[in-house]
């Protein structure tokens, strides 16, 4: 339990939950915009077809989210990693995904 | 006054998790302010600690189950495609919505957008709840941590209340 002297536990699991999270976002992003690009990969993307593609998109972010979250850990266990580099890594890959999945940028990336 | 087994899984995805998710975050807000200020903070007991960590659970449980009933439940309906030649769509709400100029704008911002956007919610607020879980009272020292809670935190809500939005005007 916390009380008023130094911190008990070191912030690498934290920052590891963090980044790990983002790092989904930002591979949500990718793939939707990709999928919307590539129609032999919105295919391929089609894990359940009442679905479409949005079935394969999140489940890969997932497994991405679980992968670095789980790599994360491993590297930063017993550590305490610079967290105002990881939240700035953080928010840029979380905006980055938001701005990957927003329609109106979807098209003008693509150049429709 | 009938409602379809559609109608009533639509409800249950927005109006029971999606709304009991919505009005959730307000005391998630508070509690996780109140046990991380770094100042007067709040130093609750065993049982109110983990009283916390289970309400923040409930509320990633909440988005986990609102997106997923959503994208395979419910969002198989939305994109139905219509067999050749029917001319009436409303039972095609996709193609109802593509189908007018003026609203086809409304799938593009409405569902596409929040099809994708929806899953960052429950991500987030796992992330919420396991730094909670595993820091607790903690965060007060780990103020990038707390601030990534935070910011979590509302970032989930924000997609929270778009989504509702959306969906609710593309309708």
Not at chain 1, 35 to 58: C, E, H, K
Not at chain 2, 56 to 80: K, Q, S
Not at chain 2, 110 to 129: D, F, Q, Y
Request: charged share 10%; proline share 5%; hydrophobic share 55%.
């Amino acid at each position: 339990m916390g009380d008023n002297s130094a911190p008990m536990r070191v912030s690498g699991p934290g920052a590891a939950a963090v980044l790990a999270a983002a790092i989904a976002g930002f591979a949500l992003g990718v793939l939707a915009l990709a999928a919307d690009a590539i129609p032999a990969l919105a295919r391929i993307l089609n894990f359940w077809n009442l679905t479409g593609p949005l079935s394969g998109v999140t489940d890969i972010a997932i497994i991405a989210w679980f992968v670095s979250w789980f790599a994360l850990s491993r590297r930063w266990v017993g550590r305490n990693p610079n967290l105002q580099r990881v939240n700035l890594a953080a928010a840029l890959l979380l905006v980055g995904g938001l701005l990957l999945t927003f329609p109106p940028v979807m098209d003008l990336l693509q150049d429709k | 006054m009938e409602i379809t087994f559609r109608e009533a899984l639509t409800i249950v995805h927005g109006m029971f998790f999606g709304a009991l998710l919505l009005l959730s975050f307000a005391g998630s807000a508070i509690g996780l302010y109140a046990i991380s200020a770094s100042t007067n903070s709040w130093t609750p007991s065993l049982s109110q600690r983990n009283f916390l960590s289970v309400y923040l659970a409930v509320m990633a449980l909440l988005a986990w189950a609102a997106v997923l009933l959503g994208a395979y439940a419910i969002y198989p309906w939305y994109r139905a495609h219509p067999p050749a030649g029917t001319l009436d769509l409303t039972g095609y709400p996709q193609r109802l919505l593509l189908s007018n100029a003026a609203t086809a704008g409304w799938h593009d911002i409405g569902m596409e957008w929040k099809e994708h956007i929806a899953w960052l919610a429950p991500i987030s607020l796992t992330a919420v709840a396991y730094l909670f879980a595993h820091y607790g009272t903690d965060l007060r020292f780990h103020k990038p941590l707390r601030n990534a809670a935070f910011c979590s935190t509302r970032a989930g809500l924000h997609r929270g209340v778009c989504r509702g939005l959306l969906r609710r005007h593309a309708q």
